[in-house]
C-alpha cells in the first residue's frame, strides 16, 4: 500500500541509499518506481539481463544478486518516460485506444462467426460487417424482416452494385436466438466506439504539449495522427534520451537482433521491446506500402521480393522510426528520397566494383556518364 511504501522510502533515505534497482515485473514496479523516484535515482531493469544461477531463488536472493550487479556497473536501466506525469498519461490512454480497438476487432469477428452459423454472408460481398450498408441490412434482419431482395435493397453508395449478389448472400436461417446475438453484438460495438470516440477526444486533449512533434511526424509516408500520438506517448517526443537512431530502434523493437557462435552468424528475428511501439510502426509501414513514388513503397517492394512481405514491413518500420529520431532532433520535417534512391545507390556501388575489377586488371578506367 501506499504507506507502506512511504515509509519504506524514509527508511532507504534514512539509510543514505542514493541509487534504487528494481525488476520490471508486469505493472507491479510502478507504485515502487513513482514512490522512490522523488528522493533517488531510479533504474528499472530488464528480468531477461540478470538471471541468477538456476535453483537457489528466494525473493531475497534476487534482490541481493541485483545489488551485486548494480554495484559491479553490470546494469543498464530501462527507458521509462520521466515525470511530469502528462506523458505518462498520454503513454495509458494512448495504449487504451489499442486495447479498444482490439476489442472492437474481436467483437466484429465474433458478429460474422454468428452469421456464419446463419448461413449470412455479407462479408463474402461487403468490406466488413459494420459498414453502413451492413448495419442497415442487420439491423433489419434482427427486426423481423427475412427477405433476401427487401434486404439488399437496402445497400448504400457504391454497394447498390452488388445487389444481385447480396441477395445470394443474404439468403439463410436467420433466426429469433441469432437476432437476440446480432443485437447484442451490435450494441457491444457501438459501446466500444463510443467509448472510442469519447478516448480521441481526451487524447487530443492530453497531446497538445506535443503538437508540433505531432505535426511533423505525420510528414512521414504512411504516419497518420494515432501512429503518430503512440510515437511521443512512447518515446517522451524528446530524443536526447537515446544516444542514436540505432539505440532507439533496438529499444522499439524493430532492429535485428545479432547471434555469433563460434565465428557462425545465424538469423535470430527482431529484438523484443517495446510492442505498443512496434505495432504502431508496423501499421504505419502497411500503409506506407500502399502509397506510390516514396522511397519507403520501394523499400519494402525490394526487400520482399527477396524476403517476405512480413520481414518488409519490419525494415520499413525501422526506416520510419529512424526517420522520426532525426526530425524530432533536428526539428525538421521528412524529407523523401524518392522511389529510385535504392535502385541509384545500387548503381553506384555496382559501378565502383566494376571500376575496381578493371584496375586490378591493368586497365585505367575514366567514367563518361550518358546524358
Request: hydrophobic share 45%; net charge positive; charged share 25%.
Amino acid at each position: 500500500m501506499t504507506r507502506s511504501l512511504e515509509l519504506m522510502r524514509d527508511w532507504l533515505v534514512g539509510q543514505g541509499v542514493t541509487l534504487a534497482a528494481m525488476e520490471s515485473t508486469s505493472t507491479y514496479w510502478k507504485p515502487v518506481f513513482y514512490a522512490l523516484e522523488e528522493q533517488m535515482e531510479c533504474w528499472l531493469l530488464n528480468a531477461a539481463h540478470m538471471k541468477a544461477v538456476p535453483g537457489r531463488k528466494t525473493d531475497v536472493k534476487d534482490a541481493e544478486w541485483i545489488a551485486q550487479l548494480l554495484e559491479h556497473g553490470l546494469l543498464r536501466p530501462s527507458f521509462v518516460p520521466p515525470p511530469p506525469p502528462p506523458i505518462r498519461r498520454l503513454r495509458l490512454l494512448t495504449r487504451y485506444r489499442v486495447q479498444l480497438m482490439g476489442d472492437r476487432t474481436r467483437d466484429a469477428g465474433r458478429l460474422e462467426k454468428m452469421l456464419e452459423d446463419a448461413s449470412i454472408k455479407i462479408s463474402s460481398v461487403a468490406s466488413s460487417v459494420t459498414t453502413v450498408s451492413a448495419r442497415a441490412m442487420l439491423a433489419a434482419l434482427i427486426a423481423g424482416e427475412a427477405d433476401p431482395e427487401v434486404l439488399a435493397q437496402l445497400a448504400k453508395g457504391k454497394m447498390r452494385s452488388k445487389i444481385p449478389d447480396l441477395i445470394e448472400a443474404l439468403t439463410g436461417h436467420f433466426d429469433a436466438d441469432h437476432a437476440r446475438l446480432a443485437a447484442a453484438m451490435l450494441g457491444r460495438l457501438d459501446r466500444v466506439d463510443a467509448a472510442l470516440t469519447a478516448l480521441d477526444e481526451t487524447i487530443d486533449t492530453a497531446s497538445r504539449p506535443w503538437a508540433h512533434q505531432i505535426q511533423l511526424l505525420q510528414t512521414i509516408p504512411g504516419v497518420g495522427l494515432k501512429v503518430a500520438q503512440a510515437i511521443v506517448a512512447e518515446t517522451g517526443g524528446e530524443m536526447s534520451r537515446f544516444p542514436s537512431a540505432a539505440h532507439l530502434a533496438a529499444w522499439a523493437g524493430v532492429a535485428p537482433a545479432i547471434h555469433e557462435s563460434a565465428g557462425r552468424r545465424t538469423l535470430a528475428g527482431a529484438r523484443h521491446g517495446n510492442k505498443w511501439l512496434t505495432s504502431a510502426l508496423v501499421e504505419a509501414a502497411a500503409s506506407a506500402a500502399r502509397r506510390k513514388n516514396t522511397y519507403l513503397s520501394a523499400q519494402q517492394a525490394r526487400i520482399a521480393s527477396r524476403r517476405g512481405a512480413k520481414r518488409a514491413q519490419v525494415a520499413a518500420a525501422h526506416s520510419i522510426l529512424d526517420s522520426a529520431y532525426y526530425m524530432l532532433e533536428r526539428n525538421e520535417p521528412y524529407r523523401d528520397l524518392g522511389p529510385d534512391w535504392l535502385q541509384h545507390r545500387h548503381d553506384e556501388a555496382h559501378t565502383r566494383r566494376l571500376v575496381a575489377q578493371l584496375e586490378r586488371l591493368g586497365h585505367t578506367v575514366v567514367i563518361d556518364p550518358a546524358a
